[in-house]
C-alpha cells in the first residue's frame, strides 16, 4: 500500500520555523547540488581546486565569504603527482582539511558507500567536487531513455547533498553546438541541468583569450554573470570588475523587534499580543498575521542577534516565546522608559504574555530551557526547545 502523503497547509507552513540554507561561499554556493560546465581544457579545473583551497583555509572567494570547512576533491582525470604541481602553482600552504581522491566508484556500484564512510571520517566535511561527472556514471545501454538515466544520477547525488547537508560540485563538459541559453550547452538531455540546484557555466569567446565568463543560476541565487581573467602567472582566476553582494534586507521591525527583547530579556504570548507590546514600546503598529510572518522569514537573523524562538502552542493559544541570550553589538538601551509596562499575566492571568528576566528562564550552557514564575506559579515556557548552543550564529 502506498505511503500517505505527507502534507502541510499553507498557515502552518507560513508559520513554522525552517532551518535556513546554510552556504559554503556566501552568495554562490549553498548546500545542495551544483553543476560548473566548460569547454575542455578551458580551466576548469584550475578553478575548482582554488575554490577548495580558499573553502578549506576559510578564505574569500572573490567578494564572496566562504565558511571554513573540510573539503574533498575527486580528481577523477589527474594523478596525485599533477595534483601536487598545481598546488606548487598556486599556493605556498596546503591545508590538512583538503583531502584528494584520484579513483573511485560510480553512482549506484559503491561511490556513495565511499562517501559516506568518508563522512564519518570527516563529519566536518561542507564541500565536494567531482571532477569529472561522467568519471562516476555507469555505462548504460542504448535502450535506457537518456533523460531518465540523466536525472537518476543527478538525484543520486543530490540525495547524498541534502541527507548530510553538503555543497556538491558536479565538473562537466559543454557540447559543442552553440546555443543562445547556456544551460543548453551542458552535455547530456536537460535531466542533468534540471536535476542541480545551481548552474555555472565558465565561457570563452575564443580559446587563447584569458578572459572568461562565470554564468552563475540557480534556486537559491541571484542570478548573475562573472567576469573573470586567468593569471598565468598565479594559475588563479581573478574577478575583473568587483560582484556586487545581495543581502537579504532585514525589515525594521525586526530591529525594533530585537531592541525590544533585549530590553525585555524573554517574551511569551500570541502574535497579537506581541503586537500590542511593541505598539506599547515603540508606537509602530503591524497586523499579527505580518509580524509574525517577518519573525519567521528573518529567524536567522534573530539568531546571529542571540534571540531564541520556541512554539508553545496549546488547543486554545497559539503562543511562542522569544528569548534574548547573550550580549552583542546591538545591545539595546535599557532605561527605566524604555522598558514596556508589565502584562497583567503578573496579577494573575496565565493566558496573558508575560515578560520575565532571561536569566531564570535560559540555561543555554547546559542544553535547556527551564521554568521561571511568574504570577507565584511555574511555568514551563519552552519545553524541548534546542539550546542557543546547538544554534549556527
Known amino acids: 500500500m502506498p505511503k500517505k502523503l505527507e502534507t502541510m497547509d499553507a498557515e502552518t507552513l507560513m508559520t513554522t520555523p525552517m532551518e535556513p540554507l546554510k552556504f559554503i561561499v556566501s552568495g554562490l554556493i549553498p548546500h545542495g547540488l551544483h553543476i560548473l560546465a566548460g569547454s575542455p581544457k578551458i580551466g576548469k579545473s584550475w578553478l575548482v581546486l582554488w575554490i577548495c583551497l580558499q573553502v578549506a583555509k576559510g578564505e574569500p572567494i572573490w567578494s564572496f565569504e566562504t565558511r571554513k570547512c573540510e573539503v574533498l576533491y575527486l580528481c577523477l582525470e589527474d594523478s596525485f603527482a599533477r595534483i601536487q604541481n598545481r598546488l606548487f602553482e598556486i599556493t605556498d600552504e596546503a591545508p590538512a582539511t583538503l583531502h584528494f581522491a584520484v579513483m573511485s566508484n560510480v553512482i549506484g556500484n559503491g561511490l556513495e558507500i565511499q562517501i559516506k564512510d ?232 496565565d493566558n496573558s504574555p508575560s515578560i520575565a528576566p532571561c536569566s531564570p528562564l535560559c540555561e543555554p550552557l547546559e542544553g535547556r530551557w527551564d521554568k521561571y514564575t511568574s504570577s507565584n506559579k511555574m511555568r514551563n515556557v519552552a519545553s524541548g526547545c534546542p539550546s542557543s548552543k546547538n544554534i549556527d550564529f
Open 118 to 349: 568518508f563522512l564519518k571520517e570527516h563529519p566536518s566535511t561542507g564541500l565536494m567536487v567531482i571532477d569529472t561527472l561522467q568519471k562516476v556514471r555507469k555505462t548504460v545501454s542504448s535502450n535506457v531513455n537518456p533523460y531518465a538515466a540523466d536525472y537518476d544520477d543527478i538525484t543520486a547525488l543530490k540525495q547524498i547533498a541534502d541527507r548530510h547537508k553538503l555543497a556538491i560540485v558536479l565538473v562537466h563538459h559543454l557540447r559543442k553546438s552553440i546555443d543562445n541559453d547556456p544551460l543548453n550547452m551542458i552535455s547530456g538531455i536537460t535531466g542533468i541541468a534540471g536535476g542541480a540546484d545551481t548552474n555555472f557555466v565558465l565561457q570563452k569567446d575564443k580559446r587563447t583569450e584569458t578572459t572568461a565568463t562565470l554564468i552563475c543560476t540557480g534556486r537559491d541565487i541571484e542570478d548573475r554573470e562573472l567576469f573573470l581573467e586567468f593569471d598565468k602567472g598565479s594559475f588563479v582566476w581573478n574577478l575583473l570588475s568587483p560582484a556586487e553582494v545581495t543581502e537579504q534586507a532585514v525589515d525594521e521591525i525586526i530591529f525594533l523587534l530585537c531592541d525590544f527583547i533585549k530590553s525585555a530579556s524573554a517574551f511569551t504570548g500570541t502574535a497579537t499580543e506581541l503586537a500590542e507590546q511593541l505598539k506599547m514600546f515603540c508606537g509602530a503598529e503591524y497586523l499579527p498575521a505580518v509580524l509574525k510572518k517577518k519573525i519567521i522569514k528573518h529567524m536567522d537573523f534573530l539568531n546571529q542577534n542571540h534571540i531564541i524562538y520556541c512554539e508553545n502552542r496549546t488547543f486554545e493559544r497559539r503562543e511562542f516565546t522569544l528569548c534574548y541570550d547573550g550580549n552583542d553589538s546591538m545591545t539595546a538601551e535599557t532605561s527605566h522608559q524604555n522598558l514596556p509596562s508589565l502584562p497583567s499575566a503578573l496579577s494573575g492571568m
